[in-house]
DNA sequence: GGATAAGCGAGACGGTACGTCCCGTCTTCCT
DNA sequence: AGGAAGACGGGACGTACCGTCTCGCTTATCC
C-alpha cells in the first residue's frame, strides 16, 4: 500500500514539484518566439528562474524536455462518441490533433522525430497509435454496420486521412480550419462510403 | 554600355565551383551518419577541405546550405507519360519522392521547414507546387476521360494521397516500398476511381 | 543587514585559483619564445589546460591580462637601505628594474604602454611613480645631508637617470649588466654629487 | 658605372610610384586613429585605394611598411651648428626628435622595436647612430674647448639625455614641450659644464 | 606592331584566431 | 539531498585578417 503523506521516504530535501511545472511553463512559453533548433537550456533556466543543474537533474537533454512538455499539456485520450456520425467523430479527433500540431509545442515535437526518428518510438505507443487504433476501431465498426465499404484498407486509409493533416499543416504551412478539417473529412468519407 | 542580362562581368577572382561542389558533397555525406541538429559547419569545412569563410561567402548559414544541396541532387521536374495509367503515373512521381524523403537530406530539409516555417515558401513554388500541379493536371485529364469521378476535391484528394506518404516516412518510420507504395495508391484509386 | 566592507557574500561556485595561475603561468612562459605581438588567447589556453571561456572570464583582452601576469610577478615595492650610499640604494633599484625590464613579460609590457597610451595611468600610480618616489626622496635626502647639490632639478636627473637604462634596455637592444649600471650611476652622480 | 635616369632596364609594367606613396600616406593617415597593433594592411588597401597584392609586392609585412613609411617622412640628417652653444644644438635636435617621437609613426616605430628587438639593427646605424654620433661629436668638441669636464663618460652622458625624452614622451606620457627641453638639457649641461 | 612580361584592382581561397554562446558538469553555500 | 548561483573545460559559432592565388586588364620593353 502507498501512502502519499509521508512520501516515498528518501533522505534531503524533496525535488521541487514547483521547479518542474515553473521549467515545463518557460520551456512553452519560449517556444512561442524562438524556434526549437534555437531553444537553450540557460534560457529556460533562466526564464523559469532555477538551476541550469536543477534541469538537467529532471531530463538529460532539451529533446527529453520537450516531451515531457508535450505530454503535460496533451491529452492523449481519444473517446469516441457511440452516438455520433463516423464523420462528426473524426471531425472531432481530427479538429483535437490540429490543435496540438499548430501549437508550437507540437512543430517542435514533430521536428525532433524527424530529425532523430530513433525518437519515435517513445510516441508510436503513447501517441501516434492511440488515435490511430481509435480511428481504425471506429472504421471496423463502421464495416460491420455496412457503412464502409468492407473491401477497404484500413490502414492506407487513415495514412491519407492523417497524413492530409499533417501535410497542410507542415508543409504547407496553410491555415487549418474547421472548413479545411470538413473538406478533408468529406472527401475521405466520399471515398469510402458504402452506398 | 552594360549589359545587365547575362555576362556579369566577373572581376576579381571566379568563386571556385570545385569548392562549391565539395561543400555539398561533404554536406550530404555527413548527414549520412549526423542529424542535421548535430550537423556543424566545422565538420563540413574540414571534411571538404574547405575553409569556413568559403561556406559563409556563398550561404548564409547550414539551413540554405542544406537547401542548395538539396536542390543540387534533386529532380524536381515531374514527367507523366501519357501512355501509362494513372496508377502507374502516380506509382512513378511517388516513388521518385520517397527515394528523395528517404535520404538524409529529404528528412533534414523537411526537419527545418517544420522547425522554421518562414522558410516553406522558398520551396513551394520550386518543389512542392510542382508535383502537385502535375499530380492535379493527372486528375484533371482523367476526370475528362471519366476516369475519375466529377465530384472529386482534387485538392483534398491529393492532400490525402501525399500526405499518407509523409507520414509513413517520416512520423511511422516504416520502410516504404514498392509495395506500400502499390497499396496506398490502390486505395487512393479505389476512393476516386469512377466505376 | 548586509556588509559590503570586505567578504563578498560569494555565491556560486567560487572561481579557481589554480585556473587563475595556470593562465598567468602559460602567458610568461610562451612569452619567453613569442613576442607579445603574435601570443595568442587560444595558445594560453592550450597551454595551460584552460578553456578561452575562462580566460575571458576574468580578462577583457590579452593586455589585461598581460598587466596581471606583470604584477603577479613583480615586487613593486622598493626598499631603501638607510645604511647604503645614495650610489648603492640606485645600484639596488636599478638593478631590480633591469630585471623587470630585460623579461619577455617586460618588453611586453612597454611595448602595450606604448602602443595605446591610454593605458600608461593604471601603472602610473601603481608601479613608475612607487620606483620615482623613493628615488626622489633618497636625492632629496641627499640634498639635506648636503651630499647632493641643492639646485638640482630631482625630476629632471631622475628621468635622465631611469631614461638611460629604458634606453639601453630598449632600443640599443644591448646587455645591461652590472658594468653598465655601475657606470651609469657614476656618472649620474658625477653630475649631482656636492663636491 | 650605374644610370639611374634609364632604370634597371625590367620587362612589363613598372611599378606604379603613385601607389606607393598612396600606401605610405594611408598608412600615415590610419596611425592617426589606430594603434598599430589594430592596423590592417586591408584597411590600408581600402584606404589607399590599392590591392592588398600590390601592398605585398612592395613589402613583406606591415612592420616593413611602417619603416618606409618612416623613414619616407622622417628627416634623419642632423647638422649641429658651430655657431650655436652645445646647449641651443641640443634643443635643436632634442626638438627634431620630439616631434617625430611625438607622431603616431614614432610611437609605432619605437613599439615594432621593443616587441622584435632583432628589428633593431635596422634603425641602428640610418637612425640612433646618426643621432648620437653627432651628439657625441657636439661633446667632444665641448671637451676640446674646455667647456665640458674632461671625464665625462660622454656614452652614459648622452643615454641619460636621450632617455629622459624617450622616458617622459612613451611611459610618462606628458606632454614633451619646449619647456621641458629647456629643462632638462639645463639639468644636463649643470652635470657635465666645466666650471 | 605583335609578342612577351610584369604590375595592378578585384576578390576568392585555405587558414588562424578572435570573442561569444551554450553545452553538460562541477563546486560552493544555503534550505 | 535538493536547489540557486555561477565557474569550469569544451566545442562551435560567425567574423576579421592573414598572405596567396587567379582572373581580366593595363603598361611597358623587346624583337
Partial sequence: MH???????????????????????????????VPFSNLTIEA??????????????????????????????????????PALSIADNFRQVIGDLVVILNQPLGRALITVLIDQPERVTAFQTTFFEVKRRAAKQLLTAGQAQHVIKPDID?????????????????L?????DTDYIDAVIAAFMQGIRQD
Avoid at 3 to 29: F, L, Y
Avoid at 66 to 72: D, R
Avoid at 154 to 166: I, S, T
Avoid at 172 to 176: A, C, G, H, Q, S
Fill in 44 to 81: 529556460i533556466a533562466k526564464q523559469s528562474g532555477v538551476s541550469k543543474a536543477t534541469i538537467y537533474r529532471w531530463w538529460p537533454n532539451k529533446e527529453a524536455l520537450l516531451f515531457a512538455a508535450f505530454l503535460h499539456v496533451t491529452t492523449v485520450d481519444v473517446n469516441f462518441e
Fill in 172 to 176: 504547407y504551412t496553410e491555415v487549418v
Fill in 3 to 33: 501512502n502519499p503523506s509521508k512520501q516515498d521516504k528518501s533522505v534531503g530535501r524533496p525535488r521541487s514539484e514547483a521547479a518542474k511545472t515553473a521549467i515545463i511553463q518557460a520551456t512553452i512559453s519560449l517556444l512561442d518566439t
Fill in 154 to 170: 484500413l490502414d492506407k486509409a487513415l495514412d491519407m486521412l492523417f497524413g492530409a493533416v499533417y501535410l497542410r499543416v507542415f
